[in-house]
């Protein structure tokens, strides 16, 4: 049995099967919340995709507390598995953990890089098996809020500009780079290497400009109006990173044209029963 913690979250909630729970099933800010937890579910297989207030405001405005609510939910996590003798724990960090340190993410860095120390730790103390599988930017239905993300963030901003007959104005260079992911995509890949004991990166052989990507949501979305660039909203040009000493899993089965427009029907039927024509 597959218990999964951040169950409604993007990637939590889009798998097929297990016992998907939330924080108002579990605190995982608290140990004994959730060893209980577990000891109540007796899973073969925890996946943690669980994250406390994950947005980009938190992540650059309240650094300090966004990381210690989140490295307190992995060590809650890691521990409690452990005492549990849990078959295997897969536990979901970004790509932004190969960033460079002299970034503003340095937090986000330090976060996803702490929860690898955990899992090669509690191997060697505890034999409790674990990998860590990283993502670049997911997308797709069942988000739960738009800033956590850039594509998330473009659809709202197109819709209300549409609904109030308005320009889009974001913030950022149109010309810095991403990698984008469908959550499909990731979740069947990570079921299909959830017994590896290999730490796995997902990403896709493509990047796009930020401009592409809001181009296309506005032309999906048949938006007429101007899309206006303004400021900057990070310093990371391009995601380049060293890939060299990890296991590369590429993605590409769902293109970006359909992986976009799924996640804008789900959008537009969720906030007002709408669908695209």
């Known amino acids: 049995m597959k218990l999964i913690f951040g169950g409604t979250g993007l990637v939590g909630s889009n798998f097929s099967n297990g016992i998907k729970l939330s924080s108002k099933d579990v605190n995982l800010l608290d140990y004994n919340d959730t060893l209980n937890c577990i000891k109540h579910h007796q899973p073969e297989i925890i996946i943690h995709s669980a994250c406390k207030k994950l947005s980009s405001k938190l992540l650059y405005d309240n650094s300090a507390d966004y990381f210690d609510e989140n490295v307190q939910i992995s060590l809650n996590i890691f521990k409690a598995a452990a005492v549990c003798n849990i078959k295997k724990l897969v536990v979901i960090a970004s790509i932004n953990a190969f960033l460079d340190e002299n970034t503003l993410l340095l937090s986000d860095i330090y976060n996803h890089n702490i929860k690898k120390i955990l899992s090669t730790e509690y191997y060697k103390q505890y034999s409790l098996k674990s990998n860590i599988i990283y993502l670049s930017n997911v997308f797709g239905p069942n988000y739960k809020d738009s800033r956590n993300g850039f594509i998330p963030l473009v659809i709202e901003k197109c819709y209300d500009a549409i609904i109030n007959n308005t320009d889009i104005v974001l913030t950022g260079n149109k010309l810095h780079t991403r990698n984008f992911i469908y959550i499909n995509d990731v979740v069947d890949a990570i079921e299909l290497h959830i017994n590896s004991d290999n730490d796995i990166i997902l990403t896709t052989d493509k990047t796009y400009t930020l401009e592409y990507i809001a181009n296309q949501v506005a032309k999906i979305m048949k938006f007429r109006g101007n899309?206006?660039?303004?400021?900057?909203?990070?310093?990371?040009?391009?995601?380049?990173?060293?890939?060299?000493?990890?296991?590369?899993?590429?993605?590409?089965?769902?293109?970006?044209?359909?992986?976009?427009?799924?996640?804008?029907?789900?959008?537009?039927?969720?906030?007002?029963?709408?669908?695209?024509?």
């Open 227 to 277: 899309i206006i660039w303004e400021g900057e909203f990070d310093d990371i040009k391009d995601k380049n990173i060293n890939y060299s000493t990890q296991q590369l899993i590429k993605l590409n089965q769902t293109s970006i044209g359909d992986a976009l427009a799924n996640t804008i029907k789900w959008y537009l039927t969720s906030k007002s029963g709408i669908e695209l024509t």
